[in-house]
């Protein structure tokens, strides 16, 4: 109990250093993908770096309580971070890869809408769990006052926890966090699968038609792999539950947005380079 009611610490918001280093890095990570191929290698590492950015961006805004919101005895839904953010991005990705057909915005924005509407769905169902099935209402322990409703919430919250439920702001978050997360592993994908459908038919001697079950297979594992790169590192981030945008740890964002960049362009390095070596 003593640990459920401690207060977590922020940590180090903005390290100069790390994010020097970590800029360093990334440039030469592009660096590389220019000598490599200066137009469609490049492109495709730059959109893989963006949708990477943002699936690290958005991981801060779901709402995850653990195992202690399984108790009742912190807000958010009872799972890990990357568990949950691996869902909601997936999620969106399938969506946008039935869209891919239709371009890359259109493809986008229907990852983002798979991806904030797994998060809705979710937030509303394990809301009914918490009311209806454990009897507790919503109530955050890191803000005196919903900051979307207004809504007070230091009565609602039972002494010894850290609040409970899925706050309002909890649930906006968690939606934003998903339209996120689904837009930005769409985009990953997107970018793979043009760079493969380009590159594979002259790499395997083979016709456009023949090569697109492979393209749109490995560039989904790609994706995949990446979503879960970046949804683990903004675990790592986060170290433990998070209640969504108003939560102190949400400040934290900038160290994951730099380590998001860095990892997605040295993981999308590796998938552009077994086409273009």
Request: hydrophobic share 55%; net charge neutral.
């Amino acid at each position: 109990m003593t640990a459920v009611a401690a207060k977590p610490q922020t940590g180090a918001i903005f390290n100069p250093t790390a994010m020097v280093v970590g800029i360093v890095l990334l440039i030469i990570l592009l660096g590389i993908g220019y000598y490599v191929s200066p137009t469609l290698g490049l492109a495709a590492l730059i959109g893989i770096v963006i949708g990477g950015v943002l699936i690290g961006f958005g991981v801060h805004f779901v709402p995850v309580g653990g195992a202690p919101a399984a108790m009742g005895q912190a807000p958010g839904i009872a799972t890990g971070v990357a568990m949950l953010a691996a869902g909601a991005g997936l999620a969106g990705l399938f969506g946008g890869a039935w869209a891919a057909d239709q371009g890359l915005l259109i493809a986008v924005i229907t990852g983002g809408i798979g991806g904030g509407l797994m998060m809705a769905i979710t937030c509303m169902m394990v809301n009914f769990v918490y009311v209806f099935g454990m009897g507790i209402p919503a109530a955050s322990g890191k803000v005196l006052k919903d900051p979307i409703t207004g809504d007070s919430q230091p009565e609602y919250k039972s002494q010894g926890t850290e609040g409970h439920g899925l706050p309002f702001v909890s649930f906006v978050g968690g939606v934003i966090g998903g339209i996120l997360g689904g837009a930005g592993g769409t985009l990953i994908y997107i970018e793979l699968l043009d760079l493969y459908k380009a590159t594979l038919p002259t790499v395997m001697n083979a016709s456009a038609a023949q090569i697109l079950p492979i393209a749109v297979a490995t560039a989904g594992m790609f994706a995949i792999g990446l979503f879960l790169v970046n949804a683990v590192l903004t675990a790592y981030n986060i170290t433990g539950t998070i209640e969504g945008p108003h939560d102190p740890k949400f400040k934290r964002w900038p160290r994951s947005v730099v380590a998001s960049a860095v990892a997605s362009a040295l993981c999308g390095l590796v998938a552009i380079l077994i086409v273009l070596i």
